[in-house]
């Protein structure tokens, strides 16, 4: 309907120019907007503003001129007002919503799909848990968001991949086997010290267990380095094929895993370094190799080999978006958890000092979860130690409510999920509150089918038994559905969808409660049935794009 309003607009500057009311033939720059208060129309423009300059007339006169020939629409518009300032505050009549509703019921599926992102190819890389251990419920939360933005940048028209990166390599793999091996030992009856900053979960011991029941005493005696290599790789392995079977059970898939250790071995590390290094951007300090990040706007320099020859992170990460860029990705979107803020600077620093353009890389934040039951924290994991695992919450309420929780709230602000407000089947669960809608009008359709009704064939005849306030207003709501999914992924924020669902869920219940949809009267039971159909379309979509599903009975 902004669009429609838009081109209204532009047909009546034309005609003001014609008629000479106006004088410029420059095409303003103005925006179309839903009104922030009730009353002021269905929506307003500031163009009267914008023409001021340059027609050297008052923002009100030249409302007034537009507001007369906007009086010409053809009945599309009920009311036109200049409001304060010169806006023009529009309704739409009637049946432009009603056309509105019929174009809905036509798209049917594809409605709220967009080509804004002309086929662009944007790569998200979500999660990326190291394989040192199960998910948590803060991985679960970055696997949600991460798959969310991915789904509806899909429906917003780009070409999206989705990438696990997997940090096996490093200091954290050579702990897992230290932690791996000295739980071994002590297996075999050996006293034998727990590393100082080792894995100390119970998951270490069962994997240190089956490591016994397979090998007997076969790694007493191996000489420590080999031993914690070999013990270490393969936990880091049996955990990232947990970590896989843990996202399957909650929806996640991914295009492809790409393996930080594959990166280093290959040596295309190196070679990220040293194309650095021809274009001046390396030095040696104190036997380490430093790259001028600061030059490209980073707090400070940042080291990519360490004194002992060995590469940083950075190194690996800088090699990763290399190749992540050089692969013809428009846009890459890297979602890491808050903790990660610091990073960003001497990521873009990499990039900028690789030739690249640092604008290309966005990153998302997703702040940490706290799990609580009825207001009251919920104890840390037994099987971890540390956390509680992503496959807890999945085994105790399922994945749709915590897909939901995971995404109700802006990724960067911190989350306390109730076990037992997502277990609840009343209102005042969201995520129940909006399936249940689906599931009404569902039942809706049964009782029709029960009565011999169907639903008629769309058309602005049948329509034109929708005249209720609340009718329009549903109408006025499912109409924002594309520009919600455009701006949740346009701004990266899959939240807006969920918002938005449970506005129309919730005002959809108001309207169930006051009008019956299936009566004897024909003609309005025929409209209100297309009605429903609407909004179920329209919420069954909205929950698939967060990855929820939409059931017809609970």
């Not at 917003?156 to 030992?185: C, M």
């Not at 399922?398 to 009343?426: I, M, N, P, V």
């Amino acid at each position: 309907m902004k669009s429609r309003l838009r081109g209204l607009l532009l047909e009546a500057l034309a005609g003001a120019r014609q008629g000479g009311e106006l004088s410029s033939n420059e095409i303003p720059s103005f925006v179309v907007e839903v009104p922030r208060e009730e009353g002021h129309g269905d929506l307003a423009s500031n163009v009267a503003m914008t023409l001021a300059r340059v027609e050297r007339k008052g923002p009100q006169v030249i409302a007034a001129i537009l507001q007369r020939r906007l009086g010409d629409a053809g009945g599309r518009l009920a009311r036109v007002e200049v409001a304060g300032g010169g806006f023009l505050n529009v309704t739409f009549a009637a049946e432009a919503w009603r056309e509105r509703l019929l174009e809905i019921l036509a798209a049917g599926d594809g409605y709220g799909t967009s080509l804004v992102g002309a086929g662009k190819r944007v790569q998200v890389e979500f999660c990326s848990a190291n394989p040192t251990g199960p998910l948590h419920i803060g991985h679960g939360r970055g696997a949600a968001t991460g798959d969310a933005i991915a789904r509806v940048l899909e429906a917003a028209g780009y070409g999206v991949d989705r990438e696990y990166y997997i940090n096996d390599a490093g200091g954290q793999i050579e702990t897992l086997g230290s932690s791996v091996l000295a739980r071994y030992l002590v297996l075999c009856g050996i006293d034998e010290p727990f590393p100082e900053n080792g894995y100390p979960a119970e998951y270490v011991t069962d994997l240190a267990r089956e490591v016994l029941e397979r090998d007997g005493q076969r790694w007493v005696g191996v000489e420590r380095k080999d031993a914690v290599e070999a013990l270490g790789r393969e936990a880091a392995d049996k955990l990232l094929d947990v970590i896989r079977s843990d996202l399957a059970a909650f929806g996640v898939r991914f295009d492809r895993f790409t393996s930080e250790r594959d990166l280093q071995r290959s040596g295309r590390v190196e070679a990220a370094l040293e194309e650095l290094e021809q274009r001046g951007h390396l030095y040696v300090n104190d036997g380490a190799r430093f790259m001028r990040s600061s030059a490209f706007g980073d707090d400070k320099d940042r080291a990519v080999v360490k004194s002992d020859g060995g590469l940083t992170y950075f190194a690996s990460d800088i090699c990763y978006h290399r190749e992540k860029l050089l692969a013809g990705y428009d846009r890459i979107i890297d979602v890491w958890g808050a903790d990660h803020h610091g990073y960003i600077g001497r990521m873009r620093a990499s990039i900028a000092a690789l030739g690249m353009e640092p604008e290309r890389l966005r990153v998302v934040l997703v702040q940490m979860v706290s799990l609580s039951r009825d207001g009251a924290p919920v104890r840390m994991g037994k099987r971890t130690g540390e956390f509680v695992t992503l496959r807890d919450v999945l085994d105790e309420v399922g994945c749709d409510l915590a897909r939901f929780f995971f995404l109700s709230r802006k990724s960067d602000a911190h989350l306390d999920f109730d076990l037992e407000l997502a277990r609840r089947q009343t209102a005042e669960n969201p995520v129940f509150y909006i399936q249940y809608a689906y599931t009404r009008i569902a039942g809706i359709f049964r009782q029709a089918a029960e009565k011999g009704i169907e639903a008629p064939v769309p058309s602005s005849a049948v329509m034109a038994a929708l005249g209720q306030p609340e009718e329009l207003a549903l109408v006025r709501l499912l109409a924002e559905f594309p520009e919600i999914v455009e701006g949740a992924a346009e701004s990266l924020e899959p939240h807006r969808v969920v918002v938005y669902a449970q506005k129309v869920a919730g005002d959809f219940h108001r309207y169930y409660a006051r009008h019956r949809c299936v009566s004897g009267d024909v003609a309005t039971t025929g409209a209100r049935l297309l009605l429903v159909r609407a909004v179920g379309q329209v919420i069954g979509r909205a929950l698939a794009l967060v990855g929820v599903g939409a059931p017809e009975r609970m």
